[in-house]
T-cell receptor
Framework: QKEVEQNSGPLSVPEGAIASLNCTYS??????FFWYRQYSGKSPELIMS????GDKEDGRFTAQLNKASQYVSLLIRDSQPSDSATYLC???????????FGTGTRLKVLA | KAGVTQTPRYLIKTRGQQVTLSCSPI?????VSWYQQTPGQGLQFLFE???????NKGNFPGRFSGRQFSNSRSEMNVSTLELGDSALYLC?????????????FGPGTRLTVL
């Protein structure tokens, strides 16, 4: 069973701090990785995608990928209370036409 | 570009009935996936369609079915509804490229089975 694993949290960080969210995946054939943010009662919103080893930055968000360790992370700098949400990690393997999602990490940013 | 749209947004049905949910993907996206989301199970993959063909299917009973039309719009159907089918049903579309295959979700249809 191909899986994506995340710590369910909650991860609590003070406002202005860096939030670090982690994810591991089991399928070495996975090529594309995504982070989604989901507010309670809403649908997931894509915030970052990463396809090659290393870091990718977009505003306050940095995604990191290490294919050798099968590890993906998301850093949120200068965390704001509005960042409080569940963050879903997903892996995609072309040929399976299937995105595998983790169960999500709940982030709480404390004002 | 308009995002993924889903109709209806809310549905209340009783056990034994059937339901059809509709999804219109982002213009130019040819791949449509469906998911069921419940608090206990997270996002569960139902099926994926591309060019009117189902390419992958999750572990759901045959009561769950879907189809895709030539304009990439998709529908899913659940027959003989059970209480456990109450969930948020999400549709997502992607361009289906070898790389950069970002998937975008619609707002979902919240189904309540009484």
């Amino acid at each position: 069973q191909k899986e994506v694993e995340q710590n369910s949290g909650p991860l609590s960080v003070p406002e202005g701090a860096i939030a670090s969210l982690n994810c591991t995946y089991s399928d070495r054939g996975s090529q594309s990785f995504f982070w989604y943010r989901q507010y309670s009662g809403k649908s997931p919103e894509l915030i970052m995608s990463i396809y090659s080893n290393g870091d990718k930055e977009d505003g306050r968000f940095t995604a990191q990928l290490n294919k050798a360790s099968q590890y993906v992370s998301l850093l949120i700098r200068d965390s704001q209370p509005s960042d409080s949400a569940t963050y879903l990690c997903a892996a995609y393997t072309s040929g399976t036409y299937k995105y595998i999602f983790g169960t999500g990490t709940r982030l709480k940013v404390l004002a | 570009k308009a995002g993924v749209t889903q109709t209806p947004r809310y549905l209340i049905k009783t056990r034994g009935q059937q339901v059809t949910l509709s999804c219109s993907p982002i213009s130019g996206h040819r791949s449509v996936s469906w998911y069921q989301q419940t608090p206990g199970q997270g996002l569960q993959f139902l099926f994926e369609y591309f060019s009117e063909t189902q390419r992958n299917k999750g572990n759901f009973p045959g009561r769950f079915s879907g189809r895709q039309f030539s304009n990439s719009r998709s529908e899913m159907n659940v027959s003989t509804l059970e209480l456990g089918d109450s969930a948020l049903y999400l549709c997502a579309s992607s361009p289906d490229r070898t790389s950069g295959n970002e998937q975008f979700f619609g707002p979902g249809t919240r189904l309540t089975v009484l």
